[in-house]
Nanobody, 122 residues
Framework: QVQLVESGGGLVQAGGSLRLSCEAS????????IGWFRRFPGKEREGVSV??????EKYYTDSAKGRFTISRLKNTVYLQMKSLRPEDTAVYYC?????????????????WGRGTQVTVSS
């Protein structure tokens, strides 16, 4: 059974850092892409970063470039977030693609974690 469990969220002051973890189980991580998304209250999920585990390629949306870093160690995918801003406050989710390539389209992701809350105070 595919399972993704996020952790590492919390409350941090603006300018601070957090590292989110996504522990994957129930499937071979090597052939899929894992993405981090976030959802603001009342809005749709938006992509943050994706790693194609097979190729090692990493992708970031404009909001994440230069501040966030995605990485992977064994069955865990991390999202290191620095220089956090109040507008980064959201629930962060990790997800596995349903297709074997990297994408930012939430419709291409078939398995999702439950999310972890990140709150950045000003």
């Amino acid at each position: 059974q595919v399972q993704l469990v996020e952790s590492g969220g919390g409350l941090v002051q603006a300018g601070g850092s957090l590292r989110l973890s996504c522990e994957a189980s129930g499937f071979n991580l090597e052939v899929w892409a894992i993405g981090w998304f976030r959802r603001f209250p009342g809005k749709e999920r938006e992509g943050v970063s994706v790693v194609d585990v097979r190729s090692g390629e990493k992708y970031y949306t404009d909001s994440a470039k230069g501040r966030f870093t995605i990485s992977r160690l064994k069955n865990t995918v991390y999202l290191q977030m620095k220089s956090l801003r109040p507008e980064d406050t959201a629930v962060y989710y990790c997800a596995r693609t349903a297709i074997k390539r990297a994408t930012f389209d939430p419709e291409d992701f078939g398995s999702w974690g439950r999310g972890t809350q990140v709150t950045v105070s000003s």
